[in-house]
């Protein structure tokens, strides 16, 4: 469902950070968790998805391997991420639990979103989770990453998962009440900024480079995370996640914290971002009834709509969608390869699977994915 789509339910990334999430490298907070996890399960009652993106792996490894420090080196920070991972999607499973709400850990390392295919993986994937009422948590997978292809902060991380998801809103929960004019750390005048816009990259200078000591980007990487996440439309929401129903006060519209709002309308923003991401790959050429339910009924599109296509594109790129006199109607990322395309093209959804072998998805382009060309006024052309 795209944002539009006015049955839509809301969809909210929330970002904790290690040192709320472990207790400034104490253990991990249950009491918090557990709270943050009641006020998950209120906000869905009231139509509000959420993805989790929680930190914490390498502090609470840290922690459990008895070191008196977070490492340096970059084997033992991968060894401490594997012991603490366990304890943080336990802390996270064990709680939601008690409201019968399940939970899927996902860890995505840069390449996964970097990479055409896996990026529609990892979507597909969170887009299920999603319509199984799972909460999926999400990590880096510090594991395997090196440091060349590191997030390293799981800002960035989080800003990319709502552009992923198409989130309404990410809301990054930190150890301050949001963003200050200055380090609050370090100027105790300091003064909290309510409103500001998301792409305004003044706001970088208000920012210290220091972390807190077991944080890995500072403020810094947060604002830039509101920069890009506004890209998709999305606003950003900084807050101190020790605030007293603190997700709460969000959705029932209370100031908390920092809001930093996209300039552009959701919609354009999602077009623009859409259009910006990836070059033509091929062209399918849609039957009348085809264009009719995409253009009338923002619906996705179906093989059986389908007369050929042209190109050699693969699954995840993008092609543009031609009506019968050839004019552009739509374009949108295609969840099959040409040569599948052609095969099953004109064909209802119930073959794709015998036709092809497999089924990767019922729709060829799902409609979330599908942007409608501007129409062209009559004699326009
Ligand atoms: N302008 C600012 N406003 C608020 N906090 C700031 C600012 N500049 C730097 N910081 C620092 O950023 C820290 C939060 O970043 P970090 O430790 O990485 O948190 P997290 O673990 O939640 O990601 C704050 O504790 C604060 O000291
Ligand atoms: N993947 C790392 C994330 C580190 C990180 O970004 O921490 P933070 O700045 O506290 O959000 C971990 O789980 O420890």
């Given at each position: ?37 009641r006020?998950?399960?209120?906000a ?8 989790l ?29 594997s ?14 639990q ?32 999603l ?27 989080a ?10 809103q ?76 603190v ?29 910006g991401q ?9 039957d009348?009834?085809?264009?009719e ?35 552009e ?53």
């Amino acid at each position: 469902m795209s944002r539009t789509d006015p049955n839509r339910r809301s969809r909210w990334v929330i970002k904790v950070g290690s040192a709320l999430v472990t207790d400034n490298g104490r253990g991990l907070d249950h009491e918090r968790i557990g709270d943050w996890v009641r006020q998950i399960v209120a906000a869905r009652a009231q139509g509000i998805d959420v993805v989790l993106v929680s930190s914490g792996s390498v502090a609470e490894g840290v922690r459990r391997l008895g070191w008196s420090r977070r490492p340096k080196a970059l084997h033992q920070l991968q060894a401490a991420a594997s012991v603490g991972q366990m304890g943080v999607v336990q802390a996270y499973e064990t709680r939601f639990q008690r409201f019968d709400v399940r939970t899927g850990q996902i860890l995505l390392t840069h390449e996964d979103l970097a990479d055409r295919q896996r990026y529609l993986n990892a979507r597909v994937t969170l887009r299920a989770l999603l319509e199984l009422g799972v909460v999926p948590v999400v990590n880096e997978n510090d594991t395997i990453a090196t440091d060349e292809i590191r997030f390293g902060d799981n800002d960035t991380l989080a800003a990319l998962v709502t552009n992923l998801v198409e989130a309404d809103q990410l809301v990054i929960l930190t150890d301050q009440a949001g963003l200050f004019n200055a380090d609050p750390r370090q100027d105790a005048s300091a003064r909290l900024i309510r409103h500001a816009a998301a792409e305004d990259e003044a706001l970088e200078r208000l920012c210290s480079d220091a972390p807190g000591v077991l944080g890995s980007g500072g403020m810094r990487t947060k604002v830039v995370a509101a920069r890009r996440a506004a890209r998709s439309g999305a606003m950003t929401r900084i807050a101190s996640g020790r605030e007293p129903d603190v997700l709460q006060r969000i959705a029932a519209g209370e100031a908390v914290g920092t809001c930093l709002e996209p300039s552009r309308e959701p919609l354009v923003a999602r077009k623009q971002w859409i259009a910006g991401q990836l070059q033509l790959r091929g062209r399918l050429w849609l039957d009348e009834g085809a264009v009719e339910v995409i253009r009338g009924y923002g619906r996705s599109l179906l093989p059986v709509g389908v007369t050929r296509a042209e190109g050699r594109f693969r699954r995840g790129e993008m092609v543009t969608c031609l009506d019968p006199t050839n004019r552009e109607i739509a374009r949108g990322l295609v969840n099959y390869d040409a040569a599948a395309v052609n095969h099953i093209a004109g064909q209802p959804t119930g073959r794709i699977e015998s036709l092809l072998g497999y089924l990767a998805e019922p729709e060829l382009i799902h409609r979330d994915n599908l942007v409608l060309t501007d129409p062209v006024p009559p004699g326009d052309d």
